[in-house]
């Protein structure tokens, strides 16, 4: 008999959940509050209590090679950055073609989930579920996967704005923000300078009288195009890049990125140079602030230090007056309202799970929470990982280790992350992408080998090692095999070329891409000839180079 497993939430963590419990032979039932699947990138222009909210015109930050689920390829006409409407698109045509449909009860509600009088024996789960029309059932699986993200429910910080009670405009958190249209002439400030902080400053300031952006620490600000005008992360997000990373101090990387980025725009004369290092926090991705900074239409402001009628005080002593509207882009709390605090306790964001997937003081592992996440790279992907870890497990082809190792692993991931980024509610499970990916793979055993490549296919070996880490390179080797992930790699910079193909030139192109493959080949292998000979044969060597500089490790 199928091993029952219940999926909470058909976004696409849930999605992906579900076709990883088909390929695995068990049964998924997945249940989703709304009338349709998407999660997050299902717009709607009212907000509903307990699912993600989005803006009408939110593009994606991640490309969409890299993006994809790894077995289903975006199609090549798609944008190479999507609109939320494409990206449900996307989610439509994944689900007809692995018929996921027939395996999710829309407008059904988890109300609890909660362990069998003999849990440690079986690992079953009662879970129970309530109708649109308030119709509650019961049933019982063997496994669950919590896929509801962490983009539901608001942080709205009010007791650190004094004044806030006597604001005699309108201030909501930007979860209720749809559209620009009703600011129209409105002085706003917008707190917050994450990526929703940004976006909405840049586009309320084509439509508002003016646009205050108010930052306690500054940011980084990264653009979605690099260098031709390709996918930023087509070019950062790669396994050469990655290995410098481990070799080289990360106090250096952050310099050289950073110089790189105040080339763009110097972000101290912007107004937006951060009080941390690069890698410290996430940085914000946004193609248009600085142009709207320059215009004037976007004034960046330090942290606000006290509302007073309607006019808001900053900490720098600066006022601004007649403030209408002031919107909180202040992040999200994480919360299982169905799951008791004995099975999960979630303290300042922070959630205690191996890996960020298991609980790891269960009898059983047959609870485990799929998206739950920070890395830094597409969450998608990330999502696929885990499930197909989890569903694995759940399948008993695969073995957690005792209590014990998991404790120790976790804490020594919350010491890693003590130690790199800013404290804070945000950075309570970042990841750096490939590192996660890799770590999740060898769970399972589909982590390329590039030494078993290189003899096998020397052409493909270094594809995967110095191009894009893209989905389809988990497919290449172990459980899950596709046949089509090698085409796939091949033909990937096919696919990010031919929706910009829109206005076919006589001329040939300045540049194939094989030839700037050929060219990044030839200086990535110098590089890493360089970096492992000045990292292991002559150490002393970088130091002196970085004193030549000016560069000061701290």
């Known amino acids: 008999m199928k091993r029952r497993i219940a999926v909470i939430g058909a976004g696409a963590s849930g999605l992906a959940a579900v076709k990883c419990c088909l390929d695995e032979g068990l049964e998924p039932m997945c249940f989703e509050q709304s009338d349709g699947l998407g999660g997050l990138w299902r717009f ?21 090679e890299m993006m994809c689920f790894s077995d289903f390829p975006i199609p090549d006409d798609f944008a190479n950055f999507m609109h939320n409407s494409k ?22 509600t988890v109300r609890r989930v909660k362990m069998r009088p003999d849990f440690a024996r079986s690992g079953q789960w009662e879970v129970v579920t309530a109708t649109s029309g308030g119709l509650e059932e019961s049933a019982i699986f063997d496994g669950v996967m919590v896929c509801t993200g962490h983009h539901t429910y608001p942080h709205l910080p009010l007791q650190d704005f004094p004044g806030i009670e006597t604001f005699q405009g309108e201030y909501f958190h930007s979860r209720e ?25 840049v586009e309320l300031s084509r439509i508002a009288d003016q646009v205050f952006l108010s930052t306690r620490r500054g940011c980084w600000v990264l653009n979605r195009i690099l260098d031709d005008g390709l996918p930023y992360d087509m070019l950062l997000l790669t396994r050469f890049a990655s290995l410098l990373k481990k070799i080289l101090p990360l106090t250096f990387l952050n310099w050289m990125e950073e110089q790189k980025l105040n080339k763009r725009f110097d972000h101290k004369l912007y107004g937006l140079q951060a009080k941390h290092r690069l890698s410290s926090q996430h940085p914000t991705v946004n193609d248009e602030l600085p142009n709207r900074i320059i215009s004037g239409t976007v004034v960046v402001k330090p942290n606000i230090k006290e509302l007073r009628g309607s006019s808001v005080i900053f900490e720098d002593g600066s006022v601004e007056e007649k403030i209408d509207v002031v919107i909180f882009a202040t992040g999200y709390n994480v919360s299982f309202p169905f ?21 790891p003081a269960l009898e059983q592992p047959t609870l485990a929470f799929v998206g739950l996440v920070q890395a830094h790279g597409p969450l998608m992907v990330v999502s696929e990982m885990q499930a197909r870890w989890v569903t694995r497990v759940f399948a008993g082809l695969g073995k957690l280790p005792k209590t014990k190792a998991m404790l120790k692993d976790i804490q020594r991931k919350k010491d890693e992350l003590a130690k790199r980024f800013l404290p ?10 490939i590192y996660y990916m890799d770590e999740l793979a060898m769970q399972i055993g589909v982590r390329p080998s590039i030494p078993w490549l290189f003899l096998r296919d020397p052409r493909l070996a270094l594809t995967v ?90």
């Not at 989005?54 to 991640?62: A, D």
């Not at 620009?180 to 400053?201: Q, T, W, Y």
């Open 87 to 108: 990206i449900l698109d996307y989610f439509h045509l994944y689900a007809r073609h692995f018929d996921l449909l027939r395996y999710i009860r829309f407008k059904t």
């Open 177 to 201: 923000y749809k559209g620009p249209e009703k600011f129209l002439g409105k002085r706003v400030v917008v707190i917050g300078i994450g990526n929703s902080g940004g976006d909405l400053a």
């Open 339 to 359: 799951l008791d605090s004995s099975v999960i306790t979630v303290r300042h964001n922070q959630v205690s799970l191996y890996k960020h997937v298991f609980p």
């Open 465 to 554: 090692f110095l191009g894009p880490c893209t989905p389809y390179q988990y497919r290449l080797m172990g459980p899950g095999k596709w046949a089509g992930a090698r085409n796939a790699i091949f033909t990937q910079w096919e696919r990010v070329i031919k929706p910009l193909q829109t206005r076919m030139l006589q001329e040939k192109p300045h540049r194939s891409a094989g030839a700037l493959l050929l060219k990044v080949t030839t200086a990535a292998v110098l590089c890493v000839m360089v970096a492992y000979y000045v990292h292991w044969q002559r150490p002393a060597l970088l130091q002196k180079l970085v004193d030549k500089v000016g560069i000061h490790w701290q």
């Open 424 to 433: 804070s509610q945000r950075h309570t499970f970042e990841e750096d992408f």
């Open 44 to 64: 709607k222009e009212d907000p509903e209590d307990g699912r993600s909210s989005i803006y009408r015109s939110v593009i994606i930050n991640s490309s969409k």
